[in-house]
């Protein structure tokens, strides 16, 4: 099987579906990352976004899959949020 993601509209994956699990190339080859455990197949790469994230499955990846998400509010990842974050644990 395959597996493409769009990114906010731009092609961003296009790879074996089966890389996605600690064969393909960085971040998919972190072991940490990507992996099998028991019977099943494990990814956690995060993928950001800002307007949307499309994944597509080609025929042949498999009998069984879960995509989870989240979404965080604006600017939750920002500069300022980081500092204002950075002076609170310190101060602590």
Known sequence: ?????????????????KDLFGTGAYPFNLSELCYYAGRGANCYVPLTYNES???VLYEGWGQYF?????????????NENYERKRKR????
């Not at 099987?1 to 579906?17: A, N, R, S, Y």
């Not at 995509?67 to 604006?74: D, R």
């Open 53 to 55: 994230c499309k994944v």
């Open 1 to 17: 099987g395959h597996v493409k993601i769009w990114i906010d509209g731009k092609l961003t994956i296009d790879m074996p579906f």
């Open 89 to 92: 644990i310190r101060s602590s």
């Open 66 to 78: 879960q995509i989870n998400y989240l979404t965080y509010g604006e600017n939750t990842f920002s």
